[in-house]
């Protein structure tokens, strides 16, 4: 089975930097993701992990350890906008692809 | 180009009523489909998946059915909705790696 960590709730202030947690448990590991969801929308993909390191796409980047079991989204100079729920999702390995899903992290960023 | 699309976007159905939702997706042959939904302040809940037509995985016991009667169509329908089934089902998809990509929701309310 797998099992995914993350906060329920941040807040951050607009132009501040922000670094949301994700720890998983997983029998088998192809990948860790990140999705942005907008109140009322659907999630957006932001970025893929599948080896160790971190990976960066302008504001935003990603870093995962697989020995650790561990991953985190880093959001610099925040913007307004950038509210929104994260969700944390993790790929088994073997057989059919199932994505599991953290019950995501609702940043709120304020002025 | 590769989209998916859902429908209806919102629907307001009775306790007892039947449910049919939608979802086709263009510019690929046999994708994996999926279908989630999210209740209201919590996480993606995987209800199916399919890797092919007539082919379907249901992950948990509930009130509702999947069928994928084409390739590029995947339909969840209920014969007898309940309360409990209020919720934002969300189709997605696989098109490339292992990236899910997801259509726009359908926001269901049951009365």
Same mark, same amino acid.
Request: some cysteine.
């Given at each position: 089975g797998q099992n995914i960590d993350?906060?329920?709730?941040?807040?951050?202030?607009?132009?501040?930097?922000?670094?949301?947690?994700?720890?998983?448990?997983?029998?088998?590991?192809?990948?860790?993701?990140?999705?942005?969801?907008?109140?009322?929308?659907?999630?957006?993909?932001?970025?893929?992990?599948?080896?160790?390191?971190?990976?960066?796409?302008?504001?935003?980047s990603s870093f995962l350890s697989r020995s650790k079991g561990y991953s985190y989204l880093l959001l610099k100079e925040l913007q307004m906008k950038d509210s929104a729920s994260y969700l944390c999702a993790v790929g088994a390995s073997g057989g059919s692809y199932i994505p599991t899903f953290g019950r995501g992290t609702s940043l709120i960023v304020h002025p | 180009s590769q989209t998916i699309h859902q429908w209806p976007a919102t629907l307001v159905q009775p306790v007892g009523s039947p449910l049919s939702l939608e979802c086709t997706v263009e510019g690929t042959s046999n994708p994996n489909l999926y279908w989630y939904r999210q209740a209201a302040g919590r996480g993606l809940q995987l209800l199916f998946y399919s890797v092919?037509?007539?082919? %379907?995985? *249901?992950?948990?016991?509930?009130? !509702? $059915?999947? #069928?994928?009667?084409?390739?590029?169509?995947? %339909?969840? *329908?209920?014969?007898?909705?309940? !309360? $409990?089934? #209020?919720?934002?089902?969300?189709?997605?998809? %696989?098109?490339?790696?292992?990236?899910?990509y997801f259509g726009p929701g359908t926001r269901l309310t049951v009365t």
């Open positions: 993350q906060p329920t709730e941040m807040t951050a202030t607009e132009g501040a930097i922000v670094q949301i947690n994700c720890t998983y448990q997983t029998s088998g590991f192809n990948g860790l993701f990140w999705y942005q969801q907008h109140a009322g929308e659907a999630p957006t993909f932001l970025s893929y992990n599948v080896l160790d390191g971190l990976e960066e796409k302008g504001r935003f | 092919g037509i007539g082919q %379907i995985s *249901s992950e948990v016991p509930q009130n !509702l $059915s999947a #069928s994928r009667p084409q390739d590029r169509q995947f %339909i969840l *329908s209920s014969k007898k909705l309940l !309360l $409990s089934d #209020s919720g934002f089902y969300l189709c997605a998809w %696989i098109p490339g790696s292992y990236e899910q």
